[in-house]
């Protein structure tokens, strides 16, 4: 007979065996499946997706999976395939992450991208013309061109931003263009009067004649946010580690926006962004 | 070699040897019709490759009309010549208010599939991209060679190139202010575009742009390299974003695109002719159709081959063509087993036929007899050799000419008679057949009794056709032959009538003086007694014994020679029982201390009584003149009846006669013992003479104990 110790020491061992089955059976097929992916269309899409293309072969080489980068025109079309489990992981500006935090706790900030200058805070302006000596004080009737209702640098930068020098985005005519591109090239073919936009962004096209008058505070980087139902916590620790601690001459290579290093994130880092705009009603179209 | 000479080969009158040659010539045909098939099928496919060439050039020269009227009406004019003068010369502001013053031109320019424009320095730095405003100061003579030539040249360049975001079919411009040369500008036009404006040409088509992996990689922005993925047919080429990762990306392949492309990933043809450069097309079938994929390669502007447009066409002449091809194959096949069976049996029949004219040439040729053929005019068509060696005529001189003028003669004094009198032709030519003795003339001018067949030929319905053919043999020795011999048996038969009638008279005049010698010797025999002299009494005795020989010689003698005059006067009795002349025999014939036994059956048989009562006399008197002298003497007689003829048997049990004498002593005077025995020699010559005049045969076997048999094969009686 057997004892009861024995008896039951084998359960367990039985018990271990089978649940180290049911979760092979249950990962195996979640890691055999490639990561989805989506930047921000904050450019054109060529240059999105040349941007993000290296990052992401670091990152498929390193996890040993591929990864495949969707593009959506639109910030909310992204949160909303990322709710409804479509995204493994998204590259996010602040606003939309919040957002997207209310909406789905299993959000998780995985890093910041750093600046140019090495900080992973950036910040929004209004640009527009140096010829047009535009006072945004007295700024009324003016077309102001906007990127995308999510956007930080959208109708939440250019309002906060007038508001700051006393005037107000609702005295004027904005519009939606998209991206932080089209924004620029809309001012600087004089379509616009000014436009809200991120600030680095907008110095890319200073050659055109743009220039900032207006310009917010620091704020917390764009940065990757991953799905926590869909991937492992140690796996989206691991590609936090694998960003962190990415060599700077293999960065270097990697799209403007993210090539300067990342820091690790966490949901405190927005909570500024999230005081920012309690109670903040976004209109979703342009009011012209 | 003639027809009739090939079929003079045994192997052509095999099938096998036709099955062959039908193989062969299938093989040929096959040979040709599939290389008919690859041409038309090439030419079909060049005829694709001309369409797909004709297609991106006419495509590719309408952007360059586009944009050099573009460059004309709003490019080269002074406010925006001026501006960008200011802004090569350092104007900080002049980039964007040249940005502002062309932004509604480049638009129109998208609308248009023009997606870039662009304008650089004198010294190859970029100035302003409409496309990609971010970038610019970049260096572009070493990465654009279009820009190069058309600022060091100072001249229109146009082309398809690689370049750092892109690649695109390039038309660059020189700019000038006045004399002086700012730099250029360059619209260009993606292959996205290039494509829409193909597919708007040739609907009915789908065009793909495949660039050298080699010139993009070593080309492009690191960053937009990444856009770029390996052509799955041939991983040498990239295709623009492949993953289709951007909203405007071009329609994704249709799924028989992508069929086509699968099937030409195992065509080894697509890799080595990209390699090589070359335009061309290809055949594909996929899901039951046929395509044709057509590779038009682009060069740029250096004549270095950078991309291949690759275009995809619905090829339903293809099918037509392997429809074809089969249906040919076919019917070719068919004609081809028809004629060589058709000629087959021609062929066949041919031999058949020449090798019967062979054989009846050969026939011809070789018999003895004299051959000619003659037509219905009675001319000579041909004759055969025994003619000339008969009648000393050679075919030139005979043939053409009628024969029966020339060497056919009525008598030995050589008249001829017309030809319609001409027993031989004017039989022929009612169709009958001749059969007779003619008198022909040979070239020296001799006689000869010929011996004539002549039958007219027949068509296939039976039907004479006028012709005929005469065999003549030369018969003159023959005939003198048969008169000699006429001749020399009349002479014999009157000689042997002559014969006959000596031995009858001297064997009747023999008889007398004979029976005299006999009688006298007999009386001085029995006065004997009166001679003391011993001598004188043996010689005596042996005249009388000399004497009665020869009157027994003279009376066999009498009897052979009477023989035949007594069959030919008895033809008329000629039958006689041979059981009644035995007994006859037997009743007045002492045969002392003999045993005769006859069988119960004997024959009638077709022999005249006498001869057979002297046959059976002779028989017997020879088994008691050579008995045994050890035992009595018995003789069997015995018959059995063979196909109509009797087989007497006379066995005896005598003394015999050895086997090499049997026939010897059938003949005439021929004896066996000395002649102090007494006897003629006549008894079995006189048998056999008899049995050979009534057809019948004797011969000696072994007897009983010794003796021998005398076995007489004779006919039986007719009507018994």
């Known amino acids: 007979m057997m004892s009861p110790h024995v008896r039951r020491f084998l359960t367990l061992v039985r018990s271990y065996l089978l649940l180290t089955a049911v979760l092979m059976v249950l990962t195996v097929p979640v890691l055999a499946q490639p990561l989805k992916f989506a930047p921000l269309p904050m450019e054109a899409p060529e240059t999105v997706a040349g941007q993000w293309r290296p990052l992401l072969d670091y990152l498929s080489r390193a996890l040993g999976r591929d990864i495949q980068l969707s593009y959506f025109s639109s910030y909310q079309e992204i949160v909303e395939k990322f709710i409804a489990g479509e995204l493994d992981l998204a590259f996010f500006g602040p606003l939309p992450y919040v957002r997207l935090k209310e909406q789905f706790a299993a959000a998780r900030p995985v890093v910041l991208f750093n600046e140019a200058d090495g900080h992973a805070t950036y910040t929004c302006s209004i640009v527009a013309l140096a010829e047009g000596n535009l006072d945004l004080g007295t700024l009324r009737g003016h077309n102001i061109a906007l990127t995308q209702p999510l956007s930080t640098c959208g109708y939440l930068s250019a309002d906060w931003m007038l508001h700051r020098a006393g005037s107000d985005l609702e005295n004027n005519h904005y519009r939606y263009l998209g991206t932080h591109d089209a924004v620029a090239v809309a001012v600087a073919r004089g379509a616009f009067d000014a436009g809200c936009l991120k600030t680095a962004i907008g110095r890319k096209y200073a050659h055109l004649g743009l220039v900032e008058i207006a310009e917010t505070e620091q704020l917390p980087a764009l940065g990757l946010v991953a799905n926590g139902d869909r991937l492992p916590e140690p796996l989206i620790d691991q590609i936090r580690q694998l960003l962190i601690h990415a060599d700077p001459a293999t960065h270097a290579g990697w799209g403007d926006n993210i090539r300067h290093g990342a820091v690790g994130a966490t949901d405190e880092d927005f909570e500024p962004v999230r005081e920012w705009m309690r109670g903040f009603e976004i209109p979703l179209q342009g009011n012209f | 070699m003639g027809v009739t000479d090939v079929f003079h080969f045994s192997a052509w009158r095999r099938p096998f040897v036709w099955a062959v040659a039908l193989l062969l010539f299938w093989t040929l045909a096959l040979l040709l019709i599939y290389r008919d098939g690859i041409n038309k099928k090439n030419h079909y496919l060049a005829l694709h490759s001309a369409v797909a060439a004709t297609t991106y050039r006419v495509t590719v020269d309408s952007y360059a009309m586009a944009t050099e009227i573009l460059v004309a009406e709003a490019i080269r004019l002074p406010?925006?010549?001026?501006?960008?003068?200011?802004?090569?010369?350092?104007?900080?502001?002049?980039?964007?208010?040249?940005?502002?013053?062309?932004?509604?031109?480049?638009?129109?320019?998208?609308?248009?599939?023009?997606?870039?424009?662009?304008?650089?320095?004198?010294?190859?730095?970029?100035?302003?991209?409409?496309?990609?405003?971010?970038?610019?100061?970049?260096?572009?003579?070493?990465?654009?060679?279009?820009?190069?030539?058309?600022?060091?040249?100072?001249?229109m360049v146009f082309g398809f190139e690689s370049g750092r975001t892109s690649s695109g079919f390039r038309y660059v411009y020189p700019l000038f202010d006045g004399d002086r040369h700012l730099g250029s500008v360059e619209a260009s036009v993606t292959f996205r575009s290039i494509r829409e404006a193909m597919i708007r040409n040739a609907p009915q088509r789908d065009f793909a742009l495949v660039l050298r992996r080699a010139i993009v990689e070593n080309t492009l922005f690191e960053g937009n390299l990444s856009l770029y993925g390996a052509w799955a047919v041939n991983p040498d080429y990239l295709v623009e974003d492949p993953d289709l990762k951007l909203p405007d990306s071009p329609p994704p392949p249709s799924a028989v695109v992508l069929d086509v492309n699968q099937v030409l990933t195992q065509m080894p043809a697509v890799r080595t002719s990209m390699a090589a450069g070359k335009t061309f097309s290809l055949e594909v079938l996929t899901g039951g159709d046929h395509w044709a994929a057509s590779f038009v390669p682009v060069f740029d502007i250096t004549g270095q081959q950078v991309a291949y447009v690759v275009s995809y066409a619905s090829a339903p002449n293809l099918a037509a063509l392997h429809t074809d091809f089969r249906r040919i194959l076919v019917l070719v096949t068919v004609v081809l087993t028809l004629l060589f069976v058709l000629a087959y049996r021609l062929g066949r029949n041919r031999a058949l036929r020449m090798r019967e004219v062979l054989r009846m040439k050969t026939i011809n040729d070789t018999i003895a007899d004299g051959l000619y053929v003659m037509d219905a005019w009675g001319q000579v068509t041909l004759i055969n050799p025994a003619f000339t060696e008969i009648l000393g005529l050679a075919q030139t001189e005979v043939v053409g000419r009628v024969g029966h003028d020339l060497f056919h003669v009525s008598d030995r004094q050589g008249r001829v008679d017309p030809l319609e009198r001409c027993p031989i032709y004017s039989t022929v030519r009612r169709g009958g057949e001749y059969f007779g003795e003619e008198i022909f003339r040979t070239r020296e001018g001799l006689y000869l009794d010929v011996e004539v067949a002549s039958r007219p030929i027949m068509d296939v319905?039976?039907?004479?056709?006028?012709?005929?053919?005469t065999a003549f043999r030369d018969i003159t020795a023959r005939k003198a032959a048969e008169t000699d011999l006429r001749d020399k048996t009349i002479a014999l038969v009157r000689s042997n009538a002559e014969l006959s009638r000596l031995g009858e008279v001297m064997t009747h005049h023999f008889q007398e003086p004979v029976r005299r010698l006999v009688s006298f010797a007999r009386h001085l025999q029995e006065k004997m007694e009166l001679v003391s002299d011993e001598d004188c009494r043996e010689s005596l005795r042996f005249i009388d014994r000399q004497a009665q020989r020869l009157s027994d010689l003279v009376r066999d003698t009498q009897r052979y020679l009477a023989l035949e005059h007594s069959y030919r006067l008895t033809d008329a009795d000629t039958s006689a029982d041979c059981a009644t002349v035995l007994r006859q025999i037997l009743a007045g014939k002492v045969i002392a201390d003999a045993e005769i036994v006859m069988a119960e059956s004997l024959p009638v048989v077709a022999v005249a009584p006498d001869n057979l009562r002297r046959m059976f006399m002779a028989v017997l008197d020879n088994a008691d003149r050579y008995r045994h002298p050890g035992r009595p003497l018995r003789v069997e007689i015995s018959a059995v009846g063979v196909k109509g003829r009797a087989r007497i048997r006379v066995v005896d049990n005598g003394s015999g006669i050895a086997p090499e004498y049997r026939d010897q002593v059938f003949e005439l005077f021929t004896r066996l013992v000395p002649n102090s025995v007494p006897g003629t020699g006549m008894g079995l010559a006189l048998v056999r003479r008899i049995v050979h005049q009534v057809g019948g045969s004797v011969k000696i076997e072994d007897g009983m104990d010794g003796g021998i048999c005398v076995e007489l094969t004779l006919p039986l009686e007719e009507n018994p």
């Open chain 2, 461 to 469: 319905k039976g039907k004479p056709t006028g012709s005929s053919v």
């Open chain 2, 79 to 155: 406010q925006v010549i001026s501006i960008f003068a200011r802004g090569v010369d350092g104007a900080p502001a002049a980039r964007g208010q040249l940005f502002r013053l062309l932004a509604p031109t480049y638009d129109r320019l998208n609308v248009l599939g023009i997606r870039q424009l662009h304008f650089h320095t004198a010294e190859g730095l970029s100035y302003l991209r409409f496309h990609a405003l971010d970038k610019f100061d970049d260096p572009l003579f070493d990465v654009r060679p279009s820009v190069r030539i058309a600022n060091t040249q100072q001249q």
